[in-house]
């Protein structure tokens, strides 16, 4: 296993093809976006991800990390293509499909083929083992098939790929030891084996449990506001208990994991699934919540203009996949507020600015959505001159309330009465 096909070079495949090239072996990149095979062919990365320049640049001129747009004869074929959802939450499963599919011609006998790409329960069993042996091929015997699925946190991504437990889902027990074999090359940490849909299963109950809770602590936070009381004072003392820990509320759940793969599950079983439905609806409704908020703050202005500080779904890096913020922007422009937002990590989207100052120029209002770093050293003082009002919504309980109050602002908080 010696030859490595990886389809998809995004948040997961260029990191994981990077690792493996710097590992010894020889990986050939294959992504649809000429963009793309363009920049990591020159050492370069288009996401922003700490250490990964490094890592990518270091293959690259090693000559073990290869960037192309067609896949090509190899030991191993790693999909890391997306699954995201169509517009009635259901997985959209075209680009596993036709990543499979492009491998085809290329596939010898005893190749592994590993989908890294996190899918609905049973989609190496019913979408890729029909495929592959509809050419001819017997799973488990001259081809073998596994699910590994990713379990990395963008921000950490080269470290937890090396140093996170495996969950390796054979379809076979054979194909689950032959995917063993590459993974021990080069994680550190422990591998256990099962079945591929037991494997599917796990990772989409992972980001449930997180998204879930999550949506407890959202539910909690409003209630807190309507009780008149403070949310993050409530979850402090609650979480004095040894057996509670009550999650960070939030303007809702963004990523390519944690708000698509609950879907995955109540696709799969619509009647069982309704927790995880109910969650799910919670947590999409909360830039809703801040909208109205944020209008409320604004109103009796003429022509109220709003700034939005963060983009991203997350502190500190530059993914806008699924960004609660992004429906606050649109929210926003929706009901005819003006719009600017201001995200050091992101270089477009919807009323994007360059300058922190051209953001906050005139504003009537100022709403935190992403705990970035760079937004805690904001002087609120100086903010203050540049807005034409002193408005402050913070719905990620980052910022110094007091400070900001200090500079005359009128601070409100997710979770928290209004003052």
């Known amino acids: 296993m010696q030859k490595i096909c990886v389809l998809g070079l995004g948040y997961i495949g260029l990191p994981t093809a990077s690792v493996l090239a710097t590992n010894g072996f020889e990986v050939l990149g294959v992504d649809v976006s000429d963009f793309i095979v363009q920049t990591v062919g020159g050492g370069g990365i288009h996401i922003e991800e700490p250490g990964l320049q490094t890592v990518v640049r270091a293959a690259v001129q090693s000559g073990n990390l290869r960037a192309v747009r067609e896949p090509a004869p190899a030991d191993v074929f790693i999909i890391a293509v997306p699954t995201p959802l169509t517009a009635d939450q259901r997985a959209d499963m075209r680009f596993v499909k036709a990543a499979a599919e492009s491998i085809v011609p290329h596939l010898r006998r005893d190749n592994l083929v590993i989908l890294e790409s996190t899918s609905p329960p049973g989609t ?106 403070d949310y993050w004072e409530v979850a402090r003392f609650a979480n004095r208990h040894p057996r509670v820990q009550l999650h960070t509320a939030g303007p809702g759940v963004g990523g390519h994991c944690i708000s698509v793969d609950p879907w995955f599950l109540v696709e799969k079983c ?13 947590n999409d409704s909360m830039p809703k919540h801040v909208v109205s908020v944020l209008r409320e703050m604004t109103e009796g202005l003429e022509k109220p203009k709003v700034t939005i500080l963060g983009l991203a779904y997350k502190g500190n890096v530059d993914d806008v996949r699924e960004s609660p913020a992004v429906h606050v922007v649109h929210g926003l422009m929706e009901a005819g507020l003006t719009v600017c937002a201001y995200d050091p990590h992101v270089s477009e989207g919807s009323a994007w600015t360059a300058s922190l100052e051209d953001a906050l120029r005139d504003s009537d209002c100022v709403a935190l959505l992403t705990d970035h770093s760079e937004y805690l050293a904001i002087d609120p003082a100086v903010a203050g001159q540049l807005m034409r009002g002193r408005r402050l919504f913070d719905t990620r309980n980052a910022l110094n309330a007091e400070a900001w109050r200090a500079a005359g602002f009128h601070v409100r908080r997710l979770g928290a009465a209004s003052a």
């Not at 946190?153 to 032959?178: M, S």
């Not at 619509?270 to 919670?282: D, G, H, T, V, Y």
């Open 124 to 229: 190496c069993a019913n979408l890729l083992k029909p495929l592959f042996e509809s050419a001819g091929w017997t799973i488990g015997a001259d081809l073998f098939l596994a699910h590994c699925p990713e379990r990395v946190l963008p921000g950490k991504i080269l470290r937890e790929l090396i140093e996170n437990d495996r969950i390796i889902g054979g379809h076979t027990p054979a194909c689950a030891e032959r995917a063993r074999e590459l993974y021990a090359a080069f994680a550190a940490g422990t591998i256990f084996l099962t079945t591929d849909t037991t494997a599917e299963t796990v990772k989409l109950m992972e980001n449930t449990f997180r998204d879930v809770n999550i949506a407890l602590a959202n539910e909690a936070a409003l209630l807190c506001e309507q009780l008149g009381i």
């Open 270 to 282: 619509p009647e069982e699934a309704k927790l995880i439905r109910m969650a799910r609806e919670r």
